[in-house]
Structure formats: C-alpha cells, structure tokens
C-alpha cells in the first residue's frame, strides 16, 4: 500500500469495533526479510494515536475517492522544466 493513500483513510478495527479517526502517521520497516506497515491512529475523541498494523484499516471509498479528485495533477514535464530552470 502506497504511504500516502493510507492519510485518507479514516476507519480502523481495534478489538473488534470500527473506530473513526485519522491517521497520523505511518511506518514501513522490514521484518524477517518483508516489508511490514504500521499507522499510527487517532481515534475520534482521543487525544494521542496507537500504532496498529495496516491491515486494521479499513478502506472509505468514497472518502479516498474524493482525496484524489482534489489533489493537484503534477506532470513530468512540469517538474523537469522547473528543475531546468
């Protein structure tokens, strides 16, 4: 899963229960030879975030799709010509 994909989402399962929240950050490391993500949650009304696997997170559709509708198109020419610049 792509780093920034995972701040739009914004439900997790913790013991069972979907949570609402954000996440705060996120964490990739390497464990026994794979790659092993972590995002630190903070739950709605909570004032500090808990680190839980990626798989607790559950995906919003609709809350991602809008995200990516927002976020500015950057094109590779784009970028080289202000790095040519």
Do not use: Y
Not at 9 to 20: A, D, S, T, V
Not at 23 to 38: F, R
């Amino acid at each position: 899963m792509r780093t920034q994909e995972l701040f739009h989402w914004n439900q997790c399962q913790i013991k069972g229960e979907i949570k609402l929240g954000k996440v705060l950050a996120v964490s990739t490391s390497q464990e026994w030879g794979e790659e092993k993500q972590q995002v630190c949650f903070q739950v709605e009304g909570e004032e500090i975030g808990k680190w839980i696997p990626v798989q607790a997170m559950l995906e919003d559709v609709k809350a991602i799709e809008v995200a990516l509708e927002t976020q500015p198109k950057v094109e590779t020419e784009d970028i080289q010509e202000k790095l040519s610049a």
